[in-house]
């Protein structure tokens, strides 16, 4: 239930997050977290992938307790950034293109 409550409280965040209505594919914020109200406008205006459609991607690679998610601009493109603990007890860092929902890498901390 905490996992649900969370992961509806990140959901609610990200859906609030102004965009860059033009530039949905190449972000100008190398390195800086997004904000809600340019994730909300991306979201709507179909620039990016909904989080919730990600994190169920991110479901589909590792199962376990979404720990973190923040949308952020890496390499001249958006990528979600979903770090999830499984149940060995190990963080899993998930990254996915937000753009086109591809997963991009795993890392483990």
Do not use: W
């Not at 996992?3 to 800086?32: D, F, V």
């Not at 973190?68 to 493109?77: F, H, S, T």
């Amino acid at each position: 239930m905490d996992s649900i409550r969370r992961c509806l409280s990140l959901l609610c965040c990200l859906m609030m997050l102004p965009t860059l209505t033009a530039a949905a594919c190449a972000c100008p914020k190398e390195g800086q977290d997004v904000s809600q109200d340019e994730v909300l406008q991306m979201t709507e205006n179909g620039h990016i992938e909904p989080f919730p459609a990600i994190l169920e991607k991110a479901r589909e690679y590792r199962s376990g307790k979404l720990l973190e998610a923040k949308l952020d601009c890496i390499n001249q493109r958006y990528v979600y950034e979903i770090d999830m603990l499984d149940h060995d007890g190990q963080i899993r860092a998930l990254r996915f293109d937000a753009v086109t929902g591809r997963h991009l890498d795993l890392e483990e901390d």
